[in-house]
């Protein structure tokens, strides 16, 4: 079945550096969302990528989708306490409708 | 808008007792799922359902998971006999809509935390 791996699983900065986590699927995706979770909390909907190549940025956040639509990042600017916590992307294989969750990448920021 | 309502927060039982997870998700979103999370990794999917229709349910435990969502709204996720790996948060979500290719942003609700010692 459809893989998705991210790395790395953690990531340690200092507040100011920034930060990029990868996403990887072992198939094509149709497309590709990316989730935020707090510790303790729930995930939250961040953003959806449909088209090959697309970038889209909200704030010191920007996300690309890979031109084959197997991979994805996320990179932050500038990184704040704020950013703490599990980002993780999920998306359904184009030959399957299911999405699949990767085990995301749990960012620590050290004031 | 009310968000994905889940109950309970919590829940303690021992092994091979049973128990049932309760979501009501958000007004309008004909998908809903359960997913469950073990510490340190993602959610999986456990059951899908568009309305009152099951989806996908490849990877619920069949032997001790059932799930229902009747009318379309509502849905329950009992396990019974729980083992010891089933010590995790149980995530509702629901969407908007959802096609073979397509899922709408998914809602989170707050998961229920089930420890079976």
């Known amino acids: 079945g459809q893989q998705v791996m991210q790395i790395p699983q953690y990531q340690h900065v200092q507040e100011g550096e920034d930060f990029t986590t990868y996403c990887n699927s072992s198939?094509?995706?149709?497309?590709i969302q990316w989730y935020k979770q707090r510790p303790g909390g729930h995930p939250v909907f961040l953003i959806q990528?449909?088209?090959?190549?697309e970038v889209k940025k909200q704030k010191r956040l920007t996300f690309q989708f890979g031109e084959a639509k197997k991979n994805s990042s996320l990179h932050i600017t500038a990184t704040q306490t704020t950013d703490v916590g599990t980002y993780f992307c999920a998306g359904p294989s184009t030959n399957a409708g299911k999405s699949t969750f990767g085990d995301g990448t749990t960012l620590t920021v050290k004031p | 808008e009310a968000g994905v309502a889940q109950s309970p927060r919590y829940k303690i039982i021992e092994k091979r007792q049973s128990v049932a997870f309760w979501c009501n998700p958000i007004s309008g979103h004909a998908t809903l799922y359960w997913y469950q999370q073990i510490l340190g990794q993602g959610p999986k999917l456990l059951i899908q359902f568009q309305n009152n229709g099951v989806v996908d349910d490849s990877q619920l435990p069949k032997d001790r998971f059932s799930a229902e969502r009747l009318k379309g709204v509502d849905s329950t996720l009992k396990i019974q006999p729980a083992k010891l790996e089933d010590s995790a948060v149980y995530l509702c979500a629901s969407s908007l809509r959802r096609t073979q290719f397509y899922n709408s942003p998914l809602h989170f609700g707050n998961g229920t935390r089930l420890t079976v010692t």
């Open positions: 198939t094509t995706l149709s497309n």
């Open positions: 990528l449909v088209k090959s190549g």
